[in-house]
């Protein structure tokens, strides 16, 4: 909730813009310093607006509105760092939407780890006609995340993100692997 501040100052007194005779009147500087102090937390948000439309440097309020803008759903739960990181990829997110690319990043933003997509499909031209396309018949999407141990990642939600990215008809598998020296624990959604 965006709450104003006690006392702001103002770059500017309007009373002191004023005529000289109108600077020596005790009621014109008294209504003109009133209005300063209603002036002024609308003129420092103009001051430092460029500052509202970064992601890094929005209030946290505001961060919810930027997102709007940029068409990306923000979840609350997830660490206003990360909220931050989205909103600023959020455009070269769209840009990649539905490719192997842009999954990769994605997951690799809402995750923290390292991500790998297999897909199997491709597409192709020949300029003689019945040539074998690349790929495989069966279209469908691997995504392996390793991430460091004890990172929590939840392969169903992950899952998610990417069914909502793809054609209806591809299935997708989603690994998640927790990396420690000398081990790794792996979780599947199929």
């Known amino acids: 909730m965006r709450t104003g501040l006690d006392q702001a100052p103002t770059a500017h007194p309007i009373g002191q813009t004023l005529p000289a005779v109108y600077q020596e009147h005790e009621f014109v500087q008294q209504l003109t310093a ?7 937390p609308a003129l420092l948000t103009l001051d430092s607006f460029a500052a509202y439309l970064d992601p890094n440097l929005a209030p946290e309020d505001f961060l919810d509105w930027l997102a709007g ?9 997830w660490p206003l760092a990360q909220r931050r990181a989205l909103v ?18 994605h997951v690799e933003l809402l995750t923290g780890g390292t991500v790998e ?6 597409c192709g031209w020949s300029p003689h006609p019945g040539s074998r396309l690349p790929g495989t018949p069966e279209p469908r999407i691997e995504v392996t ?7 929590p990642v939840d392969p169903a939600r992950i899952r998610t993100l990417i069914v909502d990215s793809l054609p209806a008809h591809v299935p997708v ?7 420690a020296v000398g081990r790794a624990r792996v979780h599947r959604d199929q």
């Open 34 to 40: 009133a209005l300063d102090e209603v002036l002024a």
């Open 69 to 77: 803008w940029v068409a990306y759903p923000l979840d609350e739960t």
């Open 88 to 105: 600023a990829e959020a455009v070269q997110l769209h840009r990649w939407r539905g490719t192997r690319r842009g999954l990769a990043k």
């Open 117 to 122: 997509v297999v897909d199997t499909g491709g």
């Open 145 to 151: 995340v390793r991430t460091r141990a004890g990172a």
């Open 173 to 179: 598998t989603v690994r998640a692997e927790s990396v």
